[in-house]
């Protein structure tokens, strides 16, 4: 079909960038990568390690070790081989896209065309936040596979391969062991578990099997990590450090710039008043949307790339890459049914010309301060929690206008 030619123009894109020295533009962009996710930072990491060294000393780098395993491989090799892994990862989050969106059988009545599923791929191949966290090597990418393809497989009902990269990604970033919920919802949907309607005492026990067999994924990728290191004190250094914020580098979410100014008495308090904050979510909407985990899945991966700590637009081409896929759900058609799309779209236009403004007038010209560049990210933050909400209310009416059809 058609989404060859996308993959491959999308390809040469990011080729051209990569060629034209971009790279060294977006990596130093604080909306790009954060401290969290800064390739730059994994070089560091890299360095110590190849020294004998530990590669949290000096506290630059502060990912998982297994991210240093993975591009381990690659420090001696060409730079190029880097951009491909990068441009391999967003080409597989396409077509997984892509075959997710195809899986869907769409009502007649609704204006779905059979070019929709190569719609999706190409809405997030060319994203502009997606190509930013491409050519950046924002290591926000590699979460965003393990969070796409542990949902394309749990549309084909492997449930074991599906919780395997959900764990990949609790492993990166806490946040997303929030997503085991609708995962396991989704799973556990008649199309895949017939039999479970006719045995409920089953449906219990296969949920507890797989939070359990998450459980124990995350556990062997934490104990590989120690194997590596020989030692478990990557657990302070990486989530830890997240946790406790020590490093205030701005970045578009709202924890830097109100932990600057916050009293040191009042830190822990709001510590973790901010850090549990996301989790909250998960309860209410798990409970009205129970019946729609693929919603349910999206408006918690929306709230993740909004509220957690060091947040970047890469998390947002995650969310925006997903929300198509929504449209050409058998219950959804969410696009008709927005209030606030343009808004939001006008909004999210607005900060991304303005953001790099305010930064330099605060770091570079010194004619700005610090307030005005986290009045922008307040603004960011605004438009995509607009977008959650509206979402979450398009499902509140497809569910009103089923019951009242």
């Known amino acids: 079909?058609?989404?060859?030619?996308?993959?491959?123009?999308?390809?040469?894109?990011?080729?051209?960038?990569?060629?034209?020295?971009?790279?060294?533009?977006?990596?130093?962009?604080?909306?790009?990568?954060?401290?969290a996710s800064?390739?730059?930072?994994?070089?560091?990491?890299?360095?110590?390690?190849?020294?004998?060294?530990?590669?949290?000393?000096?506290?630059?780098?502060?990912?998982?070790?297994?991210?240093?395993?993975?591009l381990y491989p690659f420090r001696s090799l060409h730079v190029t081989f880097t951009y491909a892994l990068y441009v391999?990862?967003?080409?597989?989050?396409?077509?997984?896209?892509?075959?997710?969106?195809?899986?869907?059988?769409?009502?007649?009545?609704?204006e779905i065309t059979t070019h929709f599923p190569d719609i999706v791929a190409l809405l997030f191949l060319f994203?502009?936040?997606?190509?930013?966290?491409?050519?950046?090597?924002?290591?926000?990418?590699?979460?965003?596979?393990?969070v796409v393809l542990c949902l394309y497989f749990a549309h084909r009902g492997q449930s074991?391969?599906?919780?395997?990269?959900?764990?990949?990604?609790?492993?990166?970033t806490v946040y997303s062991s929030m997503l085991v919920?609708?995962?396991?919802?989704?799973?556990?949907?008649?199309?895949?578990?017939?039999?479970?309607?006719?045995?409920?005492?089953?449906?219990?026990?296969?949920?507890?099997?797989?939070?359990?067999?998450?459980?124990?994924?995350?556990?062997?990728?934490?104990?590989?990590?120690?194997?590596?290191?020989?030692?478990?004190?990557?657990?302070?250094?990486?989530?830890?450090?997240?946790?406790?914020l020590h490093d205030l580098t701005p970045t578009?979410?709202?924890?830097?710039?109100?932990?600057?100014?916050?009293?040191?008495?009042?830190?822990?308090?709001?510590?973790?008043?901010?850090q549990y904050h996301p989790f909250i979510y998960a309860i209410p909407l798990t409970m009205r949307l129970n019946h729609r985990p693929v919603f349910l899945f999206w408006a918690l991966t929306a709230i993740i790339s909004v509220f957690k700590a060091y947040p970047s637009v890469g998390d947002a081409s995650l969310s925006l890459g997903l929300l198509p896929v929504l449209h050409s759900h058998p219950h959804g058609g969410v696009f008709a049914l927005f209030g606030y799309g343009a808004l939001v779209s006008i909004v999210t236009l607005f900060c991304c010309v303005l953001a790099p403004i305010f930064w330099h007038m605060w770091i570079y010209a010194g004619t700005g301060n610090a307030n005005f560049y986290y009045a922008i990210t307040l603004v960011y933050t605004?438009?995509?929690?607009?977008?959650?909400?509206?979402?979450?209310?398009?499902?509140?009416?497809?569910?009103y206008l089923a019951k009242h059809a």
């Open 1 to 35: 079909g058609r989404v060859w030619q996308y993959v491959v123009v999308a390809v040469l894109v990011r080729a051209f960038l990569f060629s034209q020295g971009f790279y060294e533009v977006f990596s130093a962009r604080n909306e790009v990568v954060t401290p």
């Open 38 to 70: 800064s390739y730059k930072r994994v070089t560091e990491g890299l360095f110590l390690l190849d020294a004998g060294l530990d590669p949290y000393a000096g506290s630059i780098y502060m990912q998982p070790p297994l991210v240093l395993a993975l």
């Open 88 to 110: 391999a990862c967003d080409v597989i989050i396409a077509l997984a896209l892509y075959s997710i969106a195809k899986s869907y059988k769409v009502d007649k009545d609704r």
């Open 127 to 146: 994203n502009p936040f997606t190509i930013l966290n491409c050519i950046g090597l924002s290591t926000t990418t590699f979460n965003n596979v393990s």
């Open 160 to 172: 074991t391969l599906s919780l395997l990269f959900l764990a990949m990604s609790a492993y990166l």
């Open 181 to 244: 919920i609708p995962l396991i919802l989704l799973l556990k949907d008649k199309k895949y578990h017939q039999s479970m309607s006719r045995h409920p005492h089953r449906s219990i026990s296969s949920t507890m099997y797989a939070v359990l067999l998450f459980v124990g994924l995350v556990g062997g990728l934490l104990y590989l990590s120690s194997t590596l290191l020989d030692s478990w004190h990557f657990l302070y250094e990486s989530y830890g450090v997240t946790f406790m």
């Open 252 to 274: 578009v979410g709202v924890f830097w710039y109100y932990f600057m100014e916050i009293f040191e008495h009042f830190r822990t308090f709001y510590l973790f008043v901010f």
């Open 382 to 399: 605004l438009a995509s929690v607009l977008l959650i909400v509206d979402v979450v209310s398009a499902a509140l009416k497809i569910d």
